[in-house]
């Protein structure tokens, strides 16, 4: 007999009054283990939280420890364990590498079956190709105003935001160009900051010069 988990949860009173309750999600999981012949072990609940982020939710935390290898966690829905992409597939990514089952009772996906595996399979592929999609855009967006000089990222050191176009400062230009020829010299990146601060040369919102702060401008010089 395969043991289960069960995990319910509702963020206001209004899901309650729509008929997905605690109670109606906890009876929901308990006939599902009764006709499959699960043994249900314990139900998690988390009450007046939202599913749009995994943070806070000690009860899915518990749930998810408490699910082992060769066990089922139940769920009414979906949207009962999250409400993002990659939060679902976070959960997902726990349970596949437990060997433990997820079972969403709304949208019929019940990986103990070898049709349930390839729908969620499915459902992960596309959730992927979305993402990779997104940053394909993203990534295309940011180059287009990097190549037209616009401002695409927090303004870097040597330049200003002018009108919305980054504007090179010539000060500033001049401490990069320094920065470069110590790093050709052999410099490290620790001692380039350095000598930075020893010359009193501030960062570009007055701080001190760190080595992370050096790469960062080495690397965007690259780019």
Not at 97 to 120: C, H, N, W, Y
Not at 167 to 192: D, P
Not at 194 to 200: K, P, T, V, Y
Request: with cysteine; glycine share 8%; charged share 30%.
């Amino acid at each position: 007999m395969q043991k289960a988990i069960g995990y319910i949860r509702v963020s206001t009173q209004g899901q309650a009054d729509e008929g997905v309750s605690l109670e109606a999600q906890r009876a929901k999981i308990r006939a599902w283990c009764e006709l499959n012949d699960a043994e249900l072990i314990e139900v998690f609940e988390d009450a007046g939280l939202s599913g749009a982020s995994m943070k806070g939710r000690e009860g899915l935390d518990a749930a998810l420890k408490a699910t082992g290898k060769g066990m089922a966690l139940v769920c009414y829905s979906i949207s009962r364990l999250a409400r993002s992409t990659r939060d679902m597939l976070h959960i997902s990514e726990q349970l596949d590498k437990k060997g433990a089952d997820l079972v969403s009772l709304t949208e019929k996906i019940d990986t103990t079956t070898a049709a349930g595996r390839m729908v969620f399979k499915m459902l992960a592929v596309l959730a992927d190709f979305e993402r990779d999609q997104i940053g394909e855009r993203t990534k295309m967006a940011l180059a287009h105003k990097k190549a037209k000089g616009e401002v695409y990222a927090p303004t870097p050191f040597g330049f200003d935001a002018i009108e919305g176009r980054l504007v090179e400062v010539k000060r500033e230009a001049m401490v990069v160009a320094e920065i470069l020829k110590q790093r050709n010299a052999g410099a490290s990146l620790a001692e380039i900051a350095d000598s930075l601060n020893e010359q009193g040369i501030d960062g570009k919102r007055g701080g001190r010069w760190y080595a992370s702060t050096v790469r960062y401008i080495i690397q965007r010089q690259a780019a």
